[in-house]
């Protein structure tokens, strides 16, 4: 996988690290509140790492076979569930904050969920399509690359 990785193109290695450093940084404030999450937010940055070098690389998705599907499922509903609790801790820290009106509250949380959105959805949208190429369904639309 290390050759795969090798050769994806800039942009996935950018979109990898940026996924990366945020999953590191949100890490840190969780880490004695919930010390499990990190490792489950760790392996949901595998499962997007592993989406983006079988979208270029289709002999990834072969070996990994339906593991694919629940990597999927798993990784959405992780993803989910800590963006849900995450923006109710959010919202509880700014609740009291005095130097902060209601719109600026609702904005900041609204686009905390936004950018969490941003950097995980085209992930977990290579995984979707992983699926489908699984499945054989609209293998050609996919536009795979390697073998």
């Known amino acids: 996988m290390a050759e795969q990785f090798a050769q994806l193109p800039w942009w996935a290695?950018?979109?990898?690290?940026?996924?990366?450093?945020?999953?590191?940084?949100?890490?840190?404030?969780?880490?004695?509140?919930?010390?499990?999450?990190?490792?489950?937010s760790i392996v949901s940055f595998g499962f997007i790492a592993v989406f983006v070098i079988g979208y270029f690389h289709r002999s990834v998705i072969d070996d990994i076979g339906w593991l694919v599907v629940p990597m999927?499922?798993?990784?959405?509903?992780?993803?989910?569930?800590?963006a849900v609790t995450e923006t109710a801790r959010a919202e509880e820290d700014l609740k009291d904050d005095p130097e902060l009106t209601d719109e600026e509250r609702r904005f900041l949380i609204n686009f905390a969920v936004f950018m969490n959105a941003l950097l995980v959805v085209p992930g977990y949208a290579l995984g979707i399509k992983m699926c489908l190429y699984f499945f054989g369904i609209g293998a050609s639309a996919l536009l795979l690359t390697g073998g």
């Open 13 to 40: 290695l950018v979109y990898l690290a940026f996924v990366f450093g945020f999953t590191v940084a949100g890490s840190s404030g969780r880490l004695k509140r919930n010390p499990v999450s990190i490792g489950l």
């Open 72 to 82: 999927v499922v798993l990784g959405i509903v992780w993803e989910f569930y800590l």
